[in-house]
């Protein structure tokens, strides 16, 4: 038997969830003149991908298959959706494949770090070179020295760590290898920043959801998921050490103060929060916007700006009880600017 190709497989992945996604608009009954969208990609967004897709109203219809940013991004590219997701910016190579494509950051939130340890009922604390470490297979134990010095309190077992990992094309392990290759020097030169690492060892998941299943059903684990997850699967999280020294959890406040670093916004939307300097002693350090991929001409060009306006504005409301932090508004105007280049 001849192996698949990799490309062949990712394409009949996408095709398989443009199936699913057409079932499920056609299973349920469609106003006559609802206009229908379909997305694909990060699967960090999806819980508040699922409040807009019930709340926006305006005879809009959306599907939406969270396979992850790598699936987003392929499948705008190739124009098989009307709109790609994806937690990690597109870098030149893919702006260039991509062709006449525009990303908007349009949620904010944060990647937390939660763990599995039963009998541990104090909440830990973890430094970013600590983390790099444990995923990097240099820290098995969580009794290691290191880890005990940050948790004097906490009883830590002998129990070798597993770390769960993505193991698909994915923003959220971009956001979480961006923020560890600015802290941690050893990593940045064996990984640096991607959406697909070479892991060495671990547990690997599939998606936002498996990651936090895999969690959930394995003791010792650790592993990185959008803050969502964490709270939806009541996994305890991690407070991490910002650059200013102070732990900080991922709450809306965390999040807001790393937002609030952010004084230019690029031409092209694409902006980093991870590892905020010092003097933003509030801020957790795994931060990020998320984006949507627009084609510039779309046969659905007023729905798309409809949705993702809409996205923009009123529908930032159903964030935060997901802890999605609001667009600011240096960022919300530019992104906005951006929109209005849509056309048919």
Not at 45 to 61: C, E, F, K, P, S
Not at 296 to 309: D, E, G, H, P, R
Request: glycine share 8%; hydrophobic share 45%; proline share 7%.
């Amino acid at each position: 038997m001849h192996a698949v190709k990799p490309q062949r497989l990712a394409a009949a992945l996408v095709a398989l969830a443009l199936l699913v996604v057409a079932s499920a608009a056609s299973a349920s009954p469609r106003r006559a003149d609802a206009t229908s969208l379909t997305g694909m990609g990060s699967s960090f967004v999806a819980t508040l991908m699922q409040q807009w897709i019930a709340n926006v109203g305006h005879d809009l219809q959306v599907g939406y298959s969270p396979l992850g940013s790598g699936a987003g991004i392929a499948a705008i590219t190739n124009r098989t959706v009307d709109f790609g997701a994806s937690d990690a910016p597109l870098t030149p190579h893919q702006f260039s494949v991509c062709g006449d494509c525009v990303q908007i950051p349009w949620a904010l939130s944060a990647t937390s770090i939660p763990y599995h340890l039963n009998g541990v009922h104090a909440q830990l604390r973890l430094t970013g070179p600590i983390i790099a470490d444990i995923f990097m297979q240099k820290i098995t134990k969580w009794n290691h020295p290191r880890i005990k010095r940050l948790n004097p309190r906490a009883s830590l077992p002998d129990r070798e760590i597993t770390a769960v990992h993505r193991s698909d094309s994915s923003g959220t392990t971009f956001n979480f290898t961006d923020y560890l290759s600015r802290v941690s020097g050893a990593w940045r030169q064996k990984f640096g920043a991607g959406t697909v690492i070479n892991w060495q060892g671990g547990l690997p998941a599939n998606g936002s959801s498996g990651v936090a299943s895999a969690l959930a059903e394995t003791n010792g684990s650790i592993g990185y998921v959008d803050v969502a997850y964490s709270l939806k699967n009541h996994l305890s999280f991690a407070a991490v050490a910002n650059s200013a020294g102070t732990y900080q959890r991922p709450g809306l406040r965390a999040i807001a103060a790393a937002a609030s670093t952010v004084k230019h916004v690029p031409a092209d939307n694409g902006v980093s929060i991870v590892n905020p300097p010092k003097r933003v002693k509030g801020a957790y350090p795994i931060c990020t916007f998320t984006w949507v991929i627009l084609p510039i001409q779309s046969s659905k060009a007023a729905a798309l700006k409809t949705f993702v306006n809409w996205a923009l504005t009123s529908g930032q409301a159903y964030g935060p009880k997901l802890l999605f932090q609001p667009i600011p508004a240096n960022v919300r105007t530019p992104a906005q600017r951006t929109l209005a280049r849509i056309h048919p």
